[in-house]
């Protein structure tokens, strides 16, 4: 360990990153201003530190010049310190003499004015530090070769279905009574109008058989504790009433059932029983009952009718629910998302007229499993024009900023569905863009102009019934500007489609406390890295994938499900994962016995021992917070890689050109 | 000596935590807004880790102003850190006044890993408002005292 | 409860009974109601066509004289309301925008600095004197009278000032049916009449203001937030008739007004000698009401 400053040998290198730094901060002066700093034996500045030829100069310098530390000012030490680290590590230097200034997004970027000045200093303060960095080592624990899916939709399935036929152990875990999540709520899907459920169901049946897969719906997870690697999950099994073992899925239990509710896979347009799969090709094909509706449970033992019919005596209302814990390595979150209320709007007339339907429920409308038999029916009728209003909640200020990516392509084939099911059908599309930018997209745009569908730029600014025309009468209006050609319509139609937006699920907050994540501005879960971790986050082990982090289509949904299966695995299969070496440690000759750091360990990695009256931290449990650090009265904890001194010298030269001139000091 | 002039600019120094705040700060540069170059960041892995020293010295070493930026109540990465921090600052929040430093030169706040405009606005506010305030000279104030 | 209020100039001039009705359905309440000093025009509908600035500059000076006042501003016409709250708006989203309307604000010896709120008579009513003091106020329930509550367009803006949604308030409904009267969902509720183009393209306005009549027609009476939408529904019947091919004869009251009838205030204090429309009808109407619900109440027992 360094006594003084003056045995430290460190090597600064700012990074030009392309004109990013250079085009602000003046980086011929800043590395002047390096050079004459205190421990410093060589600084240099390069166009792009992280590329190969950059990399070599830093791992050149601590080979040949025998650095003891070294400084990289460049982007986010969140970008590149691993990079960095690794460099310092092939050149023999512990990767923990290693500090990274942030002269990019934090100066750079951000400052058309005093970039260069600022840069000095936060280059001053990450030599200050440098000089007391200590090398650390590394610990390494076993990965747990199993991996927890958390949501049962196409995301989930796929995911599951990836890592299962690797050969490794899947927990898959599914909040309603089927897989299957919102995809197979869906008729045909686009580009290639497949029929969803002919896609779909073949993996769903693939998840029940297959042998490394253990499915668990109708169950929700309560409880993660652990790290990367090392993962205790508390799952809730609520339950069924029906026995799955038994259970053949004949279906006379719902058969005989004379009591009905709202079905919600149907988004309450029809009914189902008390006793119910929520649609026919459920998986498991194992009912469950709704205590909500269900008369034997709420009126203590009467009806009973299924219980009376189950030739198999499955029917058990004695069930209880059942806490289950498992230990996975990897789990990856595919929870999927909500549809927005347009009820909110209410110019457009959601709530008012039963003409006007969401697009799921157009989707089940048009579905042959759906309440009308797949016939597009409204108040009994077929509708001769149907009107589909893009952008419901989307790209507004009031609701959702952002673009919900799918509903451009999902109304153009809402206008071929219609047309192919509806002889001599007009279909209008209120529209602001038309997005159709993947493969296939702008074809089958195309192919819709062709058929007769008449698209309207522009965003209606009511949907009402009040007719000023014999021809709007017992119509709906849809009153919109058209902005290309300047005028305002009034264009009737028998129903009105709205394409709400892709909302991240109700209970997203607490999905991301459960499992340590952060959610973006938008509200969906928030990726590690935008471009090149699309699927990883700040939680090490914990994957996103569908349309939990972003509003997505089924193709790309499908690749970032294989993309979360392709992180869990290479953890999994590495065998081992390295923790946090920055860890907090106590000295045991200061340490008191006071036991004041005990009880503030969120991961109770703290315990007194008992013989030696001191504190002791288990460094496998410990993941470096500092919070126990700050509070030991006799600072008797020392937190690894951000000690006092670190930070206090850190500070100080931060404020190197805030001060009297160095002789005071 | 630390010159008084109509174009002092403060330096404030900030204390981010790694996983929300100083995320957000580098959110506002993937963004390109533009704010103030007067505050200067140290990170740490969680504001629960700031010793109140840290803060001291910040003044002592010339600060005009300090700023503690965490995640929102509930979304600490290491489940609680923040709430400590809110109590340690309560408490020391009373010693600095005691010392003239008071309410604008001393702030805590809870910005997300999302919340890049929201950073930059603090950043912006916290320099004009200790911009007229003047220098905070503790150095030279204590030696008159 | 003291207020500093902007009449505007629709209430001051050819809708001068919401005036009237308004100083004296307030002081019924309670309410000490004083005019602002030297206040201007708030632009209407007329300023932003001319200049920006100048749509945001005269709203404003009214803001900055009530600054002055040490008070905060209520206004009971929307089209006021709807430009006064512009002002606070856009001179608090943008320092720019502030500097230059201070500057021409400097002219007459004001400034806004953003201190003085802004507040709708509606939203003072309903939540600063509250409506259970309204019902108390109440001596002639208006039982049985169906009234159409108009708010017009220009509570649109109220997302500023948050005290009702905009897509589909409901704030004046509840304080009709505060003073007894049956409220019809009225359609076009939110629609707007016309505004100044009943003057300047009649025929535009006439049919707007025909819209709104005719879809009232299952109401006794339609009562509007803004003296100006009074002034159009009440004065351009015969030309809005024409327009549809029928006859309108529909009673169209100010907000104050009818709580004043509600009150028992006289007539003349409430200025509804000056309606083109005459509303005598519905003084009958109240009082049938009456007697049909005092005779239910004997014959129940109970209210």
């Given at each position: 360990?360094?006594?003084?400053?003056?045995?430290?040998?460190?090597?600064?290198?700012?990074?030009?990153?392309?004109?990013?730094?250079?085009?602000?901060?003046?980086?011929?002066?800043?590395t002047?201003?390096?050079?004459?700093?205190?421990?410093v034996?060589?600084?240099?500045?390069?166009?792009?530190?992280?590329?190969?030829?950059?990399?070599?100069?830093?791992?050149?310098?601590?080979?040949?010049?025998?650095?003891?530390?070294?400084?990289?000012?460049?982007?986010?030490?969140?970008?590149?310190?691993?990079?960095?680290?690794?460099v310092?590590?092939?050149?023999g230097?512990?990767?923990?003499?290693?500090?990274?200034?942030?002269?990019?997004?934090?100066?750079?970027?951000?400052?058309?004015n005093?970039?260069?000045?600022?840069?000095?200093?936060?280059?001053?303060a990450a030599?200050?530090?440098?000089?007391?960095?200590?090398p650390?080592?590394?610990?390494?624990?076993?990965?747990v070769?199993?991996?927890?899916?958390?949501?049962?939709g196409?995301?989930?399935?796929?995911?599951?279905l990836?890592?299962a036929?690797?050969?490794?152990?899947?927990?898959?875990?599914?909040?309603?009574?089927?897989?299957?999540g919102?995809?197979i709520?869906?008729?045909?899907?686009?580009?290639?109008?497949?029929?969803?459920?002919?896609?779909?169901?073949?993996?769903?049946?693939?998840?029940?058989?297959?042998?490394?897969?253990?499915?668990?719906?109708?169950?929700?997870?309560?409880?993660?504790?652990g790290?990367?690697?090392?993962?205790?999950?508390?799952?809730?099994?609520?339950?069924?009433?029906?026995?799955?073992s038994?259970c053949?899925?004949?279906?006379?239990?719902?058969?005989k059932?004379?009591?009905?509710?709202?079905?919600?896979?149907?988004?309450?347009?029809?009914?189902?029983?008390?006793?119910?799969?929520?649609f026919?090709q459920?998986?498991?094909n194992?009912?469950?009952?709704?205590?909500e509706?269900?008369?034997?449970?709420?009126?203590?033992?009467?009806?009973?009718?299924?219980?009376?019919f189950c030739?198999?005596?499955?029917?058990?209302?004695n069930?209880?629910?059942?806490?289950?814990?498992?230990?996975v390595?990897?789990?990856?979150v595919?929870?999927?998302?909500?549809?927005?209320?347009?009820?909110?709007?209410?110019?457009?007339g959601?709530e008012?007229?039963?003409?006007?339907?969401?697009?799921l429920e157009f989707?089940?409308?048009?579905?042959a499993?759906?309440?009308?038999?797949?016939?597009?029916?409204?108040?009994?009728?077929?509708p001769k024009?149907?009107?589909?209003?893009?952008?419901?909640?989307?790209?507004?200020?009031?609701?959702?900023?952002?673009?919900?990516?799918?509903?451009c392509?999902?109304?153009?084939?809402?206008?071929?569905?219609?047309?192919?099911?509806?002889?001599?059908?007009n279909?209008?599309?209120?529209y602001?863009?038309m997005?159709?930018?993947g493969?296939?997209?702008?074809?089958?745009?195309?192919r819709?102009?062709?058929?007769?569908v008449?698209?309207?730029?522009?965003?209606?600014?009511?949907?009402?019934?009040?007719?000023?025309?014999?021809?709007?009468q017992?119509?709906?209006?849809?009153?919109?500007?058209?902005?290309?050609?300047?005028?305002?319509?009034?264009?009737?139609?028998?129903?009105?489609?709205?394409?709400?937006?892709?909302?991240p699920?109700?209970?997203?907050r607490?999905?991301?406390r459960?499992?340590?994540?952060?959610?973006?501005?938008?509200?969906?879960l928030?990726?590690?890295?935008?471009k090149?971790?699309?699927?990883?986050?700040?939680?090490?082990?914990?994957?996103i994938v569908?349309?939990?982090?972003?509003p997505?289509?089924?193709?790309?949904t499908?690749?970032?499900?294989l993309?979360?299966?392709?992180?869990a695995?290479?953890l999994i299969?590495?065998?081992?994962?390295?923790?946090e070496?920055?860890?907090?440690?106590?000295?045991?000759?200061?340490?008191?016995?006071?036991?004041i750091?005990?009880?503030?360990?969120?991961?109770?990695?703290?315990?007194f021992?008992?013989?030696?009256?001191?504190?002791?931290?288990n460094?496998?449990l410990c993941?470096?917070?500092?919070v126990?650090?700050?509070?030991?009265?006799?600072?008797?904890?020392?937190a690894r890689?951000?000690?006092?001194?670190?930070?206090?010298?850190?500070?100080?030269?931060?404020?190197?050109?805030?001060?009297?001139?160095?002789?005071?000091? | 000596?630390?010159?008084?002039?109509?174009?002092?600019?403060p330096?404030?120094?900030?204390f981010?935590?790694n996983?929300?705040?100083y995320?957000g700060?580098?959110?506002?540069?993937?963004?390109?807004?533009?704010?103030?170059?007067?505050?200067r960041?140290?990170?740490?892995?969680?504001?629960?880790r700031?010793?109140?020293t840290?803060?001291l010295?910040?003044f002592?070493?010339?600060?005009?102003?300090?700023?503690?930026?965490?995640?929102?109540p509930?979304?600490?990465?290491?489940?609680?850190?923040?709430?400590?921090?809110?109590?340690r600052?309560?408490?020391?929040?009373?010693?600095?006044?005691?010392m003239?430093?008071?309410?604008?030169?001393?702030?805590?706040?809870?910005?997300?890993?999302?919340e890049?405009?929201?950073?930059?606005?603090i950043?912006?506010?916290?320099?004009?408002?200790?911009?007229?305030?003047?220098p905070?000279?503790?150095?030279?104030?204590?030696?008159?005292? | 409860?003291?207020y500093?209020?902007?009449?505007?100039?629709?209430?001051?001039?050819?809708?001068?009974?919401?005036?009237?009705?308004?100083?004296?359905?307030?002081?019924?309440?309670?309410?000490?109601?004083?005019?602002?000093?030297?206040?201007?025009?708030?632009?209407?509908?007329?300023?932003?066509?001319?200049?920006?600035?100048?749509?945001?500059?005269l709203?404003?000076?009214?803001?900055?004289?009530?600054e002055?006042a040490?008070?905060?501003?209520?206004t009971?016409?929307?089209?006021?309301f709807?430009?006064?709250?512009r002002?606070?708006?856009?001179?608090?989203?943008?320092?720019s925008?502030?500097?230059?309307?201070?500057e021409?604000?400097?002219e007459?010896?004001?400034?806004?600095?953003?201190?003085?709120?802004?507040?709708?008579?509606?939203?003072?009513?309903?939540?600063?004197?509250?409506?259970d003091?309204?019902?108390?106020?109440?001596?002639?329930?208006?039982?049985g009278l169906?009234?159409?509550?108009?708010?017009?367009c220009?509570?649109g803006?109220?997302?500023?000032?948050?005290?009702?949604?905009?897509?589909d308030?409901?704030?004046?409904?509840?304080?009709?049916?505060?003073?007894?009267?049956?409220?019809?969902d009225?359609?076009?509720?939110?629609?707007?009449?016309?505004?100044t183009?009943?003057?300047?393209?009649?025929?535009?306005?006439?049919?707007?203001?025909?819209?709104?009549?005719a879809?009232?027609?299952?109401?006794?009476c339609i009562?509007?937030?803004?003296?100006?939408?009074?002034?159009?529904l009440?004065?351009?019947?015969r030309?809005a008739?024409?327009?549809?091919?029928?006859?309108?004869?529909?009673?169209?009251?100010?907000?104050?007004?009818?709580?004043?009838?509600a009150?028992g205030?006289?007539?003349?204090?409430?200025?509804?000698?000056?309606?083109?429309?005459?509303?005598?009808?519905?003084?009958?109407?109240i009082?049938a009401?009456?007697?049909v619900?005092?005779?239910?109440?004997?014959?129940?027992?109970?209210?």
């Amino acid at each position: 360990m360094p006594e003084g400053k003056s045995d430290v040998k460190i090597g600064v290198y700012i990074c030009h990153c392309g004109s990013n730094i250079a085009g602000t901060v003046d980086v011929e002066e800043v590395t002047g201003f390096a050079q004459e700093q205190g421990s410093v034996a060589v600084a240099r500045n390069y166009k792009f530190m992280c590329s190969e030829p950059g990399q070599a100069l830093i791992k050149q310098d601590i080979e040949e010049l025998g650095l003891d530390g070294v400084v990289v000012a460049a982007c986010s030490p969140r970008m590149h310190e691993p990079t960095f680290r690794r460099v310092c590590e092939a050149a023999g230097l512990n990767p923990y003499r290693l500090d990274m200034c942030n002269i990019r997004e934090q100066c750079s970027w951000v400052h058309k004015n005093g970039a260069t000045e600022k840069a000095k200093a936060l280059i001053s303060a990450a030599i200050s530090r440098a000089r007391y960095l200590e090398p650390l080592e590394r610990r390494e624990v076993p990965v747990v070769p199993a991996a927890l899916v958390v949501g049962g939709g196409i995301a989930g399935i796929q995911a599951a279905l990836k890592v299962a036929d690797a050969g490794r152990k899947v927990y898959l875990v599914e909040r309603e009574p089927s897989i299957g999540g919102h995809m197979i709520q869906l008729d045909k899907t686009f580009p290639t109008l497949d029929c969803s459920a002919c896609i779909l169901t073949p993996k769903m049946a693939a998840v029940k058989a297959h042998p490394n897969i253990e499915l668990m719906t109708y169950s929700e997870v309560v409880d993660v504790q652990g790290y990367v690697g090392n993962f205790k999950v508390t799952i809730r099994r609520k339950p069924r009433y029906v026995d799955e073992s038994l259970c053949t899925g004949c279906g006379i239990c719902w058969e005989k059932c004379p009591w009905k509710a709202e079905s919600e896979f149907d988004c309450g347009l029809g009914q189902r029983k008390a006793i119910y799969t929520p649609f026919p090709q459920a998986v498991p094909n194992v009912p469950v009952i709704d205590p909500e509706h269900c008369v034997y449970i709420l009126r203590d033992g009467k009806c009973g009718a299924c219980l009376k019919f189950c030739e198999r005596e499955a029917i058990d209302f004695n069930q209880t629910e059942k806490m289950v814990e498992v230990e996975v390595g990897a789990i990856i979150v595919a929870t999927g998302y909500d549809v927005f209320d347009p009820s909110a709007i209410t110019r457009l007339g959601y709530e008012r007229f039963p003409n006007v339907i969401t697009s799921l429920e157009f989707e089940r409308l048009c579905n042959a499993t759906g309440p009308t038999g797949g016939h597009i029916v409204v108040n009994g009728q077929e509708p001769k024009s149907v009107g589909i209003i893009h952008c419901v909640g989307s790209r507004d200020r009031k609701y959702h900023e952002y673009c919900s990516r799918v509903c451009c392509m999902y109304a153009l084939k809402f206008a071929h569905l219609i047309r192919e099911k509806i002889e001599g059908a007009n279909v209008y599309q209120f529209y602001i863009d038309m997005r159709c930018f993947g493969k296939g997209f702008e074809e089958f745009y195309q192919r819709a102009g062709t058929e007769g569908v008449t698209f309207i730029r522009g965003r209606p600014a009511q949907v009402t019934d009040l007719a000023i025309s014999e021809e709007e009468q017992g119509k709906l209006v849809v009153v919109c500007e058209n902005t290309l050609v300047g005028a305002v319509m009034r264009v009737p139609v028998d129903m009105v489609i709205l394409c709400p937006a892709m909302e991240p699920r109700a209970d997203a907050r607490d999905v991301a406390r459960l499992f340590n994540l952060s959610q973006s501005a938008d509200g969906f879960l928030l990726e590690r890295h935008a471009k090149l971790e699309p699927v990883a986050t700040a939680s090490d082990g914990v994957f996103i994938v569908g349309c939990v982090q972003g509003p997505k289509d089924i193709p790309d949904t499908v690749a970032q499900a294989l993309a979360g299966a392709a992180e869990a695995l290479a953890l999994i299969d590495k065998g081992s994962v390295e923790l946090e070496a920055a860890t907090a440690v106590v000295d045991e000759a200061a340490c008191s016995g006071c036991k004041i750091c005990i009880p503030l360990c969120p991961y109770s990695a703290i315990t007194f021992n008992e013989a030696e009256k001191r504190a002791l931290i288990n460094e496998a449990l410990c993941k470096g917070c500092g919070v126990c650090v700050a509070a030991c009265p006799a600072a008797a904890i020392v937190a690894r890689h951000f000690t006092d001194q670190q930070i206090l010298a850190e500070v100080e030269a931060l404020l190197v050109d805030a001060r009297p001139a160095p002789a005071e000091v | 000596m630390v010159v008084p002039s109509d174009n002092h600019e403060p330096r404030i120094v900030g204390f981010l935590c790694n996983w929300c705040a100083y995320q957000g700060a580098d959110l506002a540069g993937t963004s390109r807004m533009a704010y103030t170059p007067n505050v200067r960041i140290v990170r740490v892995m969680c504001t629960g880790r700031i010793d109140p020293t840290f803060v001291l010295k910040a003044f002592s070493s010339g600060a005009d102003g300090v700023i503690i930026a965490g995640c929102h109540p509930g979304d600490c990465h290491y489940s609680e850190g923040n709430y400590k921090t809110t109590r340690r600052i309560a408490f020391l929040r009373k010693l600095l006044a005691q010392m003239g430093i008071d309410g604008e030169r001393f702030r805590l706040e809870w910005v997300s890993a999302g919340e890049g405009a929201k950073w930059a606005q603090i950043a912006d506010e916290m320099s004009a408002a200790i911009k007229e305030k003047g220098p905070l000279a503790w150095r030279e104030n204590l030696k008159e005292a | 409860m003291k207020y500093v209020y902007y009449p505007g100039c629709s209430a001051s001039g050819t809708s001068k009974e919401a005036e009237e009705s308004l100083q004296a359905a307030m002081r019924a309440l309670g309410v000490e109601w004083t005019e602002l000093e030297d206040w201007n025009c708030c632009g209407a509908a007329v300023a932003i066509g001319t200049s920006y600035l100048l749509s945001l500059a005269l709203p404003a000076r009214n803001l900055a004289l009530a600054e002055r006042a040490e008070s905060d501003l209520v206004t009971g016409c929307s089209r006021c309301f709807m430009n006064l709250i512009r002002a606070v708006h856009y001179t608090h989203e943008n320092a720019s925008v502030r500097e230059e309307v201070n500057e021409l604000l400097a002219e007459t010896g004001v400034q806004y600095s953003g201190k003085a709120r802004l507040r709708h008579l509606l939203d003072v009513i309903i939540n600063d004197v509250g409506l259970d003091v309204v019902a108390e106020r109440v001596t002639q329930p208006l039982d049985g009278l169906r009234v159409a509550p108009y708010y017009g367009c220009c509570q649109g803006m109220w997302t500023y000032a948050q005290f009702d949604s905009t897509e589909d308030p409901h704030c004046f409904d509840q304080l009709l049916a505060t003073l007894g009267a049956e409220v019809v969902d009225y359609r076009l509720k939110t629609a707007c009449c016309g505004g100044t183009l009943s003057m300047s393209r009649r025929s535009v306005g006439a049919r707007l203001i025909g819209d709104l009549l005719a879809a009232a027609d299952d109401a006794d009476c339609i009562v509007t937030a803004c003296p100006l939408c009074l002034f159009n529904l009440n004065s351009f019947q015969r030309e809005a008739g024409k327009i549809k091919g029928t006859h309108f004869n529909i009673p169209v009251l100010f907000l104050t007004q009818i709580m004043g009838m509600a009150f028992g205030l006289p007539k003349k204090a409430l200025g509804l000698q000056r309606h083109v429309v005459p509303v005598d009808g519905l003084y009958e109407k109240i009082a049938a009401g009456a007697a049909v619900s005092s005779s239910a109440a004997s014959a129940s027992g109970a209210r």
